[in-house]
């Protein structure tokens, strides 16, 4: 008898350590169930907001790249500064340049009542924001892994020591991508990003001013938006079609027109430059391999679970 009741211990113990596994992995059909309008929900917010300002679905988009990489895709970046919360806000790669925080707060009130009550998380909101900006600019469609749950802290140290800088070597960037799982492919593709969106003059001041590895002509005309003091918040291009998802990142960088120093660093002679090269002329290769990498990097370490929690606000903790 005893020994009949050590197994039936063991293998409830088994069983319920096989379900906590099986139910704290992301799914793409996480929400069938308990919310089968959330994703349609936000996408309408989404096309609305692209639509009205096309910057701001680079916007969306960037606010996910900037949350996976601090302590994992769990919205973290999205919670305001308390007497307890440093905002990641306040970070050196967000102060002043991160937007989109209202769009998502309108995703959040029409999801929330879509559903009935808070059952989609923040964090996966900013996953499926970024997918449909994406889309709504011409580029590439996923299927979103979600079922990711709300830190309940942020950090604005751990901001500025993990988002890559705009000021980064290419060795700098290969392991500032390896310390979170991705690899140089990811590095390459998820820069493609950067097809999307506009710079300010103090992020790429010193790359038009000081680098070699710039063409001149493009140098001389950006140094017009950009003086050697002053004009800080003044806005350029990441490539030469902002509104446009699409592989002219690359091609800009193929003829030395990368705005950010860490951009023209993907091709500077190093070992990226074949991968920059091949998006440069094959868009089908680029999207494929950027939906791949979106998938990847919304893996960081996810909480999932009984992990943190599902804000009611997504500046707030839930008290």
């Avoid at 169930?33 to 907001?49: H, M």
Wanted: include cysteine; charge should be negative.
């Amino acid at each position: 008898m005893a020994l009949r009741g050590y197994y039936f211990v063991l293998h409830a113990l088994v069983f319920a350590a096989l379900a906590t596994s099986a139910f704290s992995k992301l799914s793409s059909h996480y929400y069938d169930y308990s919310c089968p309008k959330a994703l349609s929900t936000i996408k309408t917010v989404v096309e609305a907001a692209v639509q009205k300002e096309r910057r701001m679905g680079a916007s969306l988009t960037r606010l996910h790249f900037h949350d996976c990489f601090v302590n994992g895709c769990d919205g973290s970046i999205l919670l305001d500064s308390t007497s307890t919360i440093d905002s990641e806000k306040n970070s050196n790669a967000n102060f002043q340049s991160a937007r989109g925080f209202e769009v998502v707060d309108e995703i959040k009130q029409a999801v929330d009542e879509a559903c009935g009550k808070p059952v989609v998380s923040c964090a996966d909101i900013l996953a499926v924001a970024a997918r449909d900006s994406v889309v709504a600019l011409g580029g590439p469609t996923w299927k979103v892994k979600l079922g990711r749950r709300d830190s309940t802290t942020a950090s604005r140290a751990a901001a500025d020591a993990n988002i890559p800088a705009p000021f980064f070597s290419l060795s700098e960037l290969i392991t500032n991508f390896r310390n979170h799982g991705l690899d140089e492919k990811d590095l390459v593709v998820l820069s493609g990003g950067h097809s999307i969106g506009y710079a300010s003059c103090v992020t790429f001041r010193a790359h038009i001013y000081n680098d070699s590895n710039i063409d001149s002509d493009f140098a001389k005309n950006l140094k017009y938006i950009c003086p050697t003091a002053g004009g800080d918040s003044n806005l350029s291009p990441l490539d030469s079609t902002p509104a446009q998802f699409d592989k002219n990142y690359y091609s800009n960088l193929v003829q030395k027109k990368g705005l950010l120093h860490s951009d023209q660093e993907l091709f500077n002679g190093g070992s990226t430059d074949d991968l920059v090269k091949e998006y440069s002329y094959d868009t089908d290769d680029f999207f494929e391999d950027f939906a791949d990498s979106m998938i990847k990097m919304g893996n960081i370490q996810p909480l999932t679970g009984n992990q943190g929690e599902i804000r009611v606000n997504c500046r707030k903790v839930n008290q």
